[in-house]
């Protein structure tokens, strides 16, 4: 074990994997010898050389492009998108090929090599465009896998398990935590499972449930709410899509409440889903309605950041709501 | 039926466009004189001082506001070091009425059409006068009543935007045209490709100017395309182009002047190509020292496009050391007292977050207002920029 922040073990995620596999490659803006804007390819060039890491040219739909042609091909392309607001002008290599590849091929061709890494969200005054939770879009879209980690730990095993899964992978890091979230990680190489959510905490009297840079939010609000002595069950999805249905659903038949969180505005957002399926699967179970702690109906704000976000504040006011409803 | 007007021929032949190798233009020597056979173009006193009362503004507004996100005052900011001469000798050959759709750089431009330097930090600040209500991060500056568009972060976006703005000034007939400002990077989006193309198929009067400052962030110009450089280009979309020396401030204003023309009475669109160099670090986030040396910036250091006009005009003896002098002080002071001015000014009003988003508030964002409000006043402490505005009417 080796304590490291969350980009030390993205990393040496990539490390792993370049060593383990000739054919992974890691490419994308700046991601060569400077090692990515906030370095998580660092030292990789300088280790596997200029033809397996490299700077691309600036143009994010030609980056996955790319990279769908070279998974096509055999490869394990892991494509970096400087930052999670800036994938769109590849939504269209996303949506309508890598995640219909296999599908509209008969399975005779598949991108499943691919893994397309993007720091994400909100919290480091980035305004409109250096905020965004983009996971809804591309959990709208079958075919694709979504994951985010929470944690240093988590990063470095899902990460490896999604550039050797044999699906497309999304990879949205919380660059909020990439600094700021340290902890213990494992040598070596290990992968966590994607797919299945993790219960972090078990409780009684509601679920609370997140992903990603939420999960410490959700852990502030928590200890309020236990103070208050509501007894709480903490789950962190881990992977979007597919999303693990059952240990959701198996909590909320326990608790018979649920409160979702998540950065991304409202309306359409991932919460509205999940909420959806638990009130299938739980309707006679639950009992107060599901709850969404979520950024506003809005673009995301600079100055008033802090009123729009969806903060440990407004997770246990929730909570609090959710309990004594 | 075909579109191609080329000869057959009946051996495989191919060509790589080198007969296409396109000249830099030049005007100004370091010196401030001029290059023999070069002939300044028609500015006068008071022009020229407007172009260099700009860019002087322009250096000293960087310099503090750096120094003032290095103290923590301010949360982000990008210097235009080096590329004075390539944004303000172009917005100078323009008329001010001219649509400028800039990529972030280019506060030079702003500057010399007169925005202040009150505007300047209203929206570096974020404050209550902020026109852009405190939403976008430092530098992304807008102004409607001098023709600038907002800033977009998203690279590249406003090149086919310019293009479309462009046709409907045409359309209107107001013999007026459209500038997008760009980086050798962002030449690479698939944004500039579709406007450079809708460009000359439309026949729309804009004009492409690509500041070559030689990085994308981190990334050379040399890792960014193998071409020689971007103007080529323009040839692949049958578009006129031109190559100039971006720290040369005659050289940049002549030829925007000449490619305005093609643009307004020809509708012929125009790409060109500055060649200059990013001094300052991309961002205040941004340190160069982890891929480029010292060295090669020293080089650049020696073409300063401020230093290289001013010598220029010194020559035309209208302009002195002691007005210089005057000057910079003058600028310095009033920086720094505007800034202070700025800091204190409180955020834009709460309801700053729900407007704009359309041109009505819809009930569902209300709805969500109202529960916003009511937690902040719950939570008063926690919220002190916006507390205030949420006393009474529980």
Same mark, same amino acid.
Not at chain 2, 259 to 271: D, I, Q, Y
């Given at each position: 074990?080796?304590?490291?922040?969350?980009?030390?073990?993205?990393?040496?995620?990539?490390?792993?994997?370049?060593?383990?596999?000739?054919?992974?490659?890691?490419?994308?803006?700046?991601?060569? =010898?400077?090692?990515?804007?906030?370095?998580?390819?660092?030292?990789?060039?300088?280790?596997?050389?200029?033809?397996?890491?490299?700077?691309?040219?600036?143009?994010?739909?030609?980056?996955?492009?790319?990279?769908?042609?070279?998974?096509?091909?055999?490869?394990?392309?892991?494509?970096?998108?400087?930052?999670?607001?800036?994938?769109?002008?590849?939504?269209?290599?996303?949506?309508?090929? #890598?995640?219909?590849?296999?599908?509209?091929?008969?399975?005779?061709?598949? =991108?499943?090599?691919?893994?397309?890494? #993007?720091?994400?969200?909100?919290?480091?005054?980035?305004?409109?465009?250096? #905020?965004? #939770?983009?996971?809804?879009?591309?959990?709208?879209?079958?075919?694709?896998?979504?994951?985010?980690?929470?944690?240093?730990?988590?990063?470095?095993?899902?990460?490896?398990?999604?550039?050797?899964?044999?699906?497309?992978?999304?990879?949205?890091?919380?660059?909020?935590?990439?600094?700021?979230?340290?902890?213990?990680?494992?040598?070596?190489?290990?992968?966590?499972?994607?797919?299945?959510?993790?219960?972090?905490?078990?409780?009684?009297?509601?679920?609370?449930?997140?992903?990603?840079?939420?999960?410490?939010?959700?852990?502030?609000?928590?200890?309020?709410?236990?103070?208050?002595?509501?007894?709480? +069950?903490?789950?962190?999805?881990?992977?979007?899509?597919?999303?693990?249905?059952?240990? =959701?659903?198996?909590?909320?038949?326990?608790?018979?409440?649920?409160?979702?969180?998540?950065?991304?505005?409202?309306?359409?957002?991932?919460?509205?889903?999940?909420?959806?399926?638990?009130?299938?699967?739980?309707?006679?179970?639950?009992?107060?309605?599901?709850?969404?702690?979520?950024?506003?109906?809005?673009?995301?704000?600079?100055?008033?950041?802090?009123?729009?976000?969806?903060?440990?504040?407004?997770?246990?006011?929730?909570?609090? +709501?959710?309990?004594?409803? | 039926?075909?579109?191609?007007?080329?000869?057959?021929?009946?051996?495989?032949?191919?060509?790589?466009?080198?007969?296409?190798?396109?000249?830099?233009?030049?005007?100004?020597?370091?010196?401030?004189?001029?290059?023999?056979?070069?002939?300044?173009?028609?500015?006068?006193?008071?022009?020229?001082?407007?172009?260099?009362?700009?860019?002087?503004?322009?250096?000293?507004?960087?310099?503090?506001?750096?120094?003032?996100?290095?103290?923590?005052?301010?949360?982000?900011?990008?210097?235009?070091?080096? $590329?004075?001469?390539?944004?303000?000798?172009?917005?100078?050959?323009?008329?001010?009425?001219?649509?400028?759709?800039?990529?972030?750089? $280019?506060?030079?431009?702003?500057?010399?059409?007169?925005?202040?330097?009150?505007?300047?930090?209203?929206?570096?600040?974020?404050?209550?006068?902020?026109?852009?209500?405190?939403?976008?991060?430092?530098?992304?500056?807008?102004?409607?009543?001098?023709?600038?568009?907002?800033?977009?972060?998203?690279?590249?976006?406003?090149?086919?935007?310019?293009?479309?703005?462009?046709?409907?000034?045409?359309?209107?007939?107001?013999?007026?045209?459209?500038?997008?400002? !760009?980086?050798?990077?962002?030449?690479?989006?698939?944004?500039?490709?579709?406007?450079?193309?809708?460009?000359?198929?439309?026949?729309?009067?804009?004009? !492409?100017?690509?500041?070559?400052?030689?990085?994308?962030?981190?990334?050379?110009?040399?890792?960014? !395309?193998?071409?020689?450089?971007?103007?080529?280009?323009?040839?692949?979309?049958?578009?006129?182009?031109?190559?100039?020396?971006?720290?040369?401030?005659?050289?940049?204003?002549?030829?925007?002047?000449?490619?305005?023309?093609?643009?307004?009475?020809?509708?012929?669109?125009?790409?060109?190509?500055?060649?200059?160099?990013?001094?300052?670090?991309?961002?205040?986030?941004?340190?160069?020292?982890?891929?480029?040396?010292?060295?090669?910036?020293?080089?650049?250091?020696?073409?300063?496009?401020?230093?290289?006009?001013?010598?220029?005009?010194?020559?035309?003896?209208?302009?002195?050391?002691?007005?210089?002098?005057?000057?910079? $002080?003058?600028?310095?002071? $009033?920086?720094?007292?505007?800034?202070?001015?700025?800091?204190?000014?409180?955020?834009?009003?709460?309801?700053?977050?729900?407007?704009?988003?359309?041109?009505?508030?819809?009930?569902?964002?209300?709805?969500? !207002?109202?529960?916003?409000?009511?937690?902040?006043?719950?939570?008063?402490?926690?919220?002190?920029?916006?507390?205030?505005?949420?006393?009474?009417?529980?």
């Amino acid at each position: 074990m080796a304590k490291m922040n969350m980009l030390q073990a993205i990393n040496d995620a990539l490390d792993i994997a370049m060593a383990g596999n000739d054919r992974v490659l890691c490419f994308g803006e700046d991601v060569g =010898v400077f090692g990515g804007v906030f370095r998580a390819t660092s030292n990789l060039q300088q280790k596997y050389g200029k033809d397996r890491c490299f700077n691309t040219p600036l143009v994010e739909q030609g980056i996955i492009g790319f990279a769908n042609g070279l998974a096509a091909q055999g490869s394990f392309p892991v494509a970096e998108i400087q930052f999670a607001d800036y994938i769109f002008p590849a939504f269209d290599q996303i949506v309508n090929e #890598s995640a219909k590849f296999r599908y509209r091929s008969g399975n005779l061709f598949n =991108v499943g090599g691919l893994t397309i890494r #993007s720091p994400y969200g909100g919290g480091i005054a980035g305004g409109l465009y250096h #905020s965004q #939770s983009p996971e809804a879009y591309f959990a709208h879209t079958p075919g694709l896998k979504v994951v985010v980690p929470r944690n240093p730990h988590q990063a470095k095993g899902l990460l490896l398990a999604s550039i050797n899964d044999p699906n497309p992978t999304l990879f949205f890091e919380p660059k909020r935590l990439y600094r700021a979230s340290t902890g213990e990680v494992p040598e070596g190489e290990y992968r966590l499972p994607l797919g299945e959510a993790e219960v972090l905490k078990e409780g009684t009297d509601v679920t609370v449930l997140g992903w990603g840079a939420q999960m410490e939010v959700i852990d502030k609000a928590v200890e309020m709410a236990e103070k208050e002595g509501f007894s709480c +069950e903490v789950i962190d999805l881990r992977t979007i899509l597919p999303w693990d249905v059952e240990t =959701v659903a198996e909590s909320v038949l326990k608790t018979g409440r649920l409160v979702i969180t998540h950065e991304a505005p409202l309306t359409g957002g991932f919460a509205g889903e999940i909420a959806a399926t638990i009130q299938e699967r739980c309707f006679l179970y639950l009992e107060s309605p599901i709850a969404r702690v979520t950024g506003m109906d809005t673009p995301f704000p600079l100055v008033l950041e802090k009123e729009h976000f969806p903060n440990h504040l407004k997770v246990y006011e929730a909570i609090r +709501e959710s309990v004594e409803f | 039926m075909t579109t191609t007007k080329s000869k057959t021929v009946y051996t495989p032949v191919f060509t790589d466009g080198a007969e296409f190798r396109i000249p830099t233009f030049k005007l100004l020597k370091q010196d401030g004189s001029l290059y023999k056979g070069g002939k300044a173009p028609d500015i006068d006193k008071e022009k020229a001082l407007r172009i260099y009362h700009a860019m002087i503004t322009t250096r000293v507004l960087d310099e503090r506001m750096l120094g003032a996100q290095r103290q923590g005052r301010l949360s982000f900011y990008m210097q235009c070091t080096g $590329e004075e001469a390539s944004i303000i000798g172009s917005t100078a050959a323009l008329d001010d009425a001219d649509m400028i759709m800039a990529q972030y750089r $280019e506060q030079g431009a702003l500057a010399y059409r007169g925005f202040t330097i009150d505007e300047f930090m209203n929206q570096l600040f974020g404050n209550e006068l902020d026109y852009g209500k405190g939403r976008q991060m430092p530098v992304h500056y807008g102004s409607s009543k001098l023709n600038y568009m907002t800033i977009s972060s998203p690279l590249a976006t406003q090149i086919p935007q310019a293009t479309g703005y462009a046709y409907g000034q045409k359309m209107a007939g107001d013999g007026h045209c459209t500038v997008a400002y !760009f980086g050798e990077g962002a030449a690479s989006e698939g944004d500039f490709h579709a406007a450079l193309n809708m460009a000359t198929v439309h026949r729309v009067p804009v004009i !492409f100017i690509c500041r070559n400052n030689g990085y994308a962030i981190s990334t050379p110009a040399t890792e960014q !395309f193998a071409a020689d450089g971007v103007a080529p280009r323009a040839y692949g979309y049958k578009m006129d182009a031109i190559r100039v020396d971006g720290n040369d401030t005659l050289a940049v204003y002549q030829a925007t002047e000449a490619a305005r023309k093609l643009a307004v009475e020809e509708n012929r669109p125009v790409l060109i190509e500055a060649m200059t160099y990013r001094l300052a670090a991309h961002s205040s986030s941004d340190d160069p020292s982890g891929y480029r040396s010292k060295d090669e910036e020293a080089v650049w250091r020696e073409k300063d496009p401020i230093l290289r006009m001013y010598n220029w005009l010194i020559r035309q003896k209208w302009w002195s050391e002691s007005e210089e002098k005057e000057l910079q $002080e003058r600028l310095r002071r $009033e920086v720094l007292e505007t800034m202070k001015r700025a800091q204190k000014r409180p955020p834009p009003p709460l309801d700053s977050l729900i407007t704009d988003v359309y041109d009505e508030v819809p009930p569902m964002l209300n709805a969500q !207002f109202e529960k916003l409000k009511a937690h902040i006043r719950r939570y008063p402490d926690e919220y002190p920029k916006s507390a205030g505005h949420v006393q009474g009417g529980a």
